[in-house]
């Protein structure tokens, strides 16, 4: 079906165009994403992403006085 690879290919350059905006040491949390399932479709529900210290984002425990 002509639909479907287009449809691929679509989400194939979405997915590169939208990583490129994201931190060299952001990190894909593979283990955490969430398939979903349209009639017999599947498709990406939710794309997980860790940015770490990418934007400062300090640990939880440190205390800052």
Same mark, same amino acid.
């Given at each position: 079906?002509?639909?479907?690879?287009?449809? =691929?290919?679509?989400? =194939?350059?979405?997915?590169?165009?939208?990583?490129?905006?994201?931190?060299?040491?952001? =990190?894909?949390?593979?283990?955490?994403?969430?398939?979903? =399932?349209?009639?017999?479709?599947?498709?990406?529900?939710?794309?997980?992403?860790?940015?770490?210290?990418?934007?400062?984002?300090?640990?939880?425990?440190?205390?800052?006085?």
């Amino acid at each position: 079906c002509l639909g479907a690879n287009l449809a =691929r290919q679509e989400l =194939r350059c979405m997915y590169e165009a939208a990583l490129d905006f994201l931190p060299e040491d952001a =990190r894909l949390l593979v283990d955490q994403i969430q398939w979903g =399932r349209v009639v017999m479709f599947t498709g990406v529900e939710s794309l997980p992403v860790d940015f770490g210290s990418a934007h400062g984002v300090e640990d939880a425990t440190t205390e800052n006085h």
